[in-house]
Structures are given as C-alpha cells and as structure tokens.
C-alpha cells in the first residue's frame, strides 16, 4: 500500500493497479541499475580474460557491490552532470574505489543503455508467454466441453447457420495460437548488442587490445554469452537498430488486438446472456442499478487493449526519425513505450486467463435462440424433402416464402415468438413430412463439422503448442476488485 506521501504524485495505474510483479520488477529501476552493474563486471572480466591490466581484486570488489545501489547519491551525481551512465559510474565507483579506474572501460552509454533493454525484452517474453499458454489451456479446456453444443453463428451480428460454443472458442483460440508462435519468434531473434563502441565501430576497443581483431571480436561474444545471448548483433550504430523494438511491439500489439476481438465477442455474448465471465458473490455490476452482472473484465481488457494497440506508432515514428548513426530523441519516448507494452500485454493476460478459467454457459438460453431462428434455417431442408414426396420445388418455395413473412412479422411487429414451424403444421400441403419436421429441425444436423474440426485443432495444434509450458506454473495476479 503506497503511503501517504505518494499519494501527492501520480502512478501510473499499469503497475499501482494492474500489471503483475515480475512484469513491474522487469522494467524497475531496482533491475535497470543492478544490470547496468552485472554489465561493468562482465566486460571487466572479458577485458582481463583477453589481457588487459584489471585485477581478480577490482572484479571482486565489483561483484560486492552488484545490488547494493546507493540511488540518493545516483539521483544527485545525475542532477549535477546531467547524464544517467555517468551519474551512475560515479556511484558505482564510489563504493569500487580499488576498481574504479577500469569500470565502463572502452565502452559507451548504450552498451548498458541498450544491452539491459535486450535483456529486459527478453525476459519480459519470457513472463508473458507462460501466461498466454495458460489462457490458451483454459480456453482449449471450454471448447473440448462445449464442442458440439450448437449455437447461433453470427455474420454483420445477425444471425447466421449454427456453429458450436466450442468452435467459436477455437477462433479465439486459433489467434492466440498465432500469437504464441509470433512472441516464440520475436523473443528468439532477439540478439545482444555487445561492446560496439560509440558508433559501432568497437574502435574503442580495437584501441585498447592494440589492434588485435581478434580479441575484439572474442570481448564481444564473451560478453554476450556472459549476458545469456547466443549471438550479438554484428553491425550496430550507436544503439541496436530501432526496428528491433518495431518487431517487438507488433507482436505485442497484435496479442491486444486477439485480446480486444475476444472480449468484444465475450461482451456481445453476454448482452445476449448466452455466455457471461465470472461474477464474484459480492460483486457490485452497477452503484445506481443492482441487477447489473456487467462484463467488467472483458471491458478492462478491450480499454487496455486499446492502449496497447495505439503504443505501436511510438516504435514506427523512432524509428523512422533516427539520423545517420543516432540521435537521442529515441531515448524519452523508449523509456514510456517499451515498458508500457509489456506492462500492458501482462495485464490483459493475467485478466483474459481470469475470464476463461470461469466462463458461464447457460444453454437453455442458446436453445431458445436457436429455436426463434432455426424454423428459417431450415426451410431449404424443407423444400428438398418436400421434392422427395413429389412436390414442386417452386411451389413449396412460395408456400414457405408467404408462411416465413407472416411468422417474421409477428417476432418484428407483435414481439411474438417465431410460429413458423406451427403455420407449416397447420397447412395441408405440408401434411406429408409432417413426421420428419422433428428430426428437420435436430440442432445437431446444423452445425456440420464443428465437433470433428474443434478435436482436431485441439489435437493437432494446441496440444503440442502448450507441450514446453507444461511445467511451468503462472500465478494468477490480478485482483478481482482492480480489474474494472
């Protein structure tokens, strides 16, 4: 709980309300300072690896001292030079005295700057993909058991031939699936910038190992692997190259937008009362109406959505707007812009995984809705067993055509229930299929093969998508009372 004090500042809601604590702690500064440190201490020791005159002692005393950041003191060294890398040298030197001579030697800002956001990416993938593996369990969970009760389908939200509650799933499904494999890709490009120097060149460091090529390109991939990466990229400017970040947040954003679609769906569902997300026992839905179960969830993750859809200009306009081998307009805009679509993902993941894990079916309202609409659906079927009898196709045709408008207009213009199917029992002409209206009008003879493709979508391309998360477990974060 924050104390009184912080309640005269702003905070922004992604971490005071929303995102989970290994998503806040990935962007901290607590992570952001104690990895600028671990990346003094591996260059240091690759730098005394290759030769250079550092001390078992200097790197000791480095390592000491690699998360107990002084930021009182950090804050006024960057009031005074006006610089973060340097204020923050300065304060790892002051507690390094035997091995301040050697920190940040050969390198410039980025190569803690840009490294620690690679890392933090990474690691932030790394968060994130469990979770939507757990969404993706839950949700493959709800179109098993609902994989061949049929509902209404909808096209232009007009009803449309029967599909499944399952199978409606699995379109939500089949966009998370998509968006594992694209966070699965875009985590495992990700390369490491290295020791590149100021513009890229590692003249720097050429100078220091006294132009031995060699071991500079050793110091590189030392340190890269020291960081966890396979491979660093081999031509950088000052900074990793800004479309970097673009792949990354079009994943992100991509996610938000399969998110939104989901629990617009979810929330048209509910207005149907068809389907409806958890409501807790004291749950209020509404401070002025108290009958109201209001989609409270699905509508968090449509906001938040939004605002992680609108974040992707920010990496687009970086960088398009980045001169020759960089300017530091990137720098004020990446730090709100990478954070926050990361923060963002996490948040509508921990709620998205809340709504599958307690989604409500009420069949008996489906079975109305389809009963109001399927005596329509089923006319062609009608007319082909009329055929069969002897009938005349184009007569039967007129003769449902004149018995449909007055059905419509008593649901239109009356509010009545659909009466189709009685007017088509009243009328003598139909009296020969009469005994076959029942099995005409079976729901399940609607919905073709929904039931067969849900068990082999399931089969053939969750199952051995969620095979690698399978031992991981996620801790459900969000607060219940947070979410609206």
């Not at 190992?209 to 990466?229: N, P, S």
């Not at 947040?249 to 679609?261: D, I």
């Not at 974040?311 to 980045?322: C, K």
């Amino acid at each position: 709980m924050a104390g009184a004090e912080e309640m005269n500042k702003y905070r922004s809601p992604l971490v005071s309300r929303y995102a989970s604590k290994e998503m806040s702690y990935n962007f901290s500064d607590k992570k952001k300072f104690t990895t600028w440190r671990k990346l003094w201490i591996y260059l240091a020791k690759a730098e005394k690896a290759l030769g250079l005159p550092i001390t078992d002692a200097q790197i000791a005393e480095m390592e000491s001292h690699a998360e107990d950041i002084d930021f009182a003191m950090a804050t006024e060294e960057e009031r005074k030079l006006r610089h973060d890398v340097m204020a923050h040298v300065h304060t790892f030197a002051h507690c390094c005295p035997t091995a301040a001579p050697i920190i940040h030697l050969g390198a410039t800002s980025c190569y803690v700057g840009d490294n620690t956001d690679l890392i933090a990416l990474r690691d932030g993938f790394n968060i994130l993909l469990p979770k939507l593996a757990r969404v993706i369990d839950r949700l493959a969970n709800f179109a098993e058991e609902y994989a061949d009760l049929p509902t209404l389908g909808f096209t232009h939200f007009q009803p449309a031939q029967l599909t499944t509650v399952g199978k409606r799933a699995c379109l939500w499904l089949q966009d998370l699936v998509m968006d594992v494999r694209k966070l699965e890709r875009a985590r495992d490009d990700l390369r490491f910038r290295g020791v590149k120097g100021t513009t890229g060149t590692q003249a720097s460091f050429l100078q220091l190992f006294q132009g031995d090529h060699d071991k500079v390109e050793e110091l590189d991939k030392m340190v890269t692997e020291m960081a966890g990466f396979k491979k660093a990229y081999l031509v950088t400017g000052q900074t990793y190259n800004c479309k970097v970040d673009i792949d990354c947040m079009s994943t992100l954003v991509g996610l938000g937008a399969s998110v939104h679609k989901i629990c617009t769906d979810i929330r048209l569902l509910a207005n149907l009362k068809e389907i409806e997300e958890p409501f807790e026992k004291e749950q209020i839905g509404s401070s002025a109406m108290p009958y109201k179960r209001n989609p409270m969830r699905a509508e968090c993750c449509c906001s938040l959505a939004r605002h992680l859809i609108a974040l992707m200009d920010d990496p687009l306009q970086t960088a398009s707007v980045q001169w020759l081998e960089r300017t530091l307009d990137d720098s004020a805009n990446r730090r709100i812009s990478l954070p926050e679509s990361f923060l963002t993902a996490d948040i509508i993941l921990s709620t998205l995984q809340n709504i599958t894990e307690g989604l409500v079916v009420y069949p008996k309202v489906i079975e109305r809705h389809i009963h109001n609409e399927l005596p329509f659906m089923a006319t062609e079927n009608i007319i082909k067993v009329i055929v069969k009898a002897g009938g005349n196709r184009q007569e039967c045709h007129e003769k449902i055509r004149v018995l449909s408008q007055e059905a419509a207009a008593v649901v239109k213009q009356e509010g009545g229930d659909n009466d189709l199917l009685a007017r088509i029992q009243r009328d003598p002409y139909f009296a020969p299929i009469l005994g076959q209206l029942d099995a005409l009008l079976d729901p399940k003879t609607f919905i073709g093969r929904a039931p067969q493709q849900v068990a082999k979508f399931l089969a053939e391309e969750v199952c051995p998508l969620l095979e690698p998360y399978k031992t991981i477990k996620v801790k459900l974060v969000v607060s219940i009372a947070m979410a609206k």
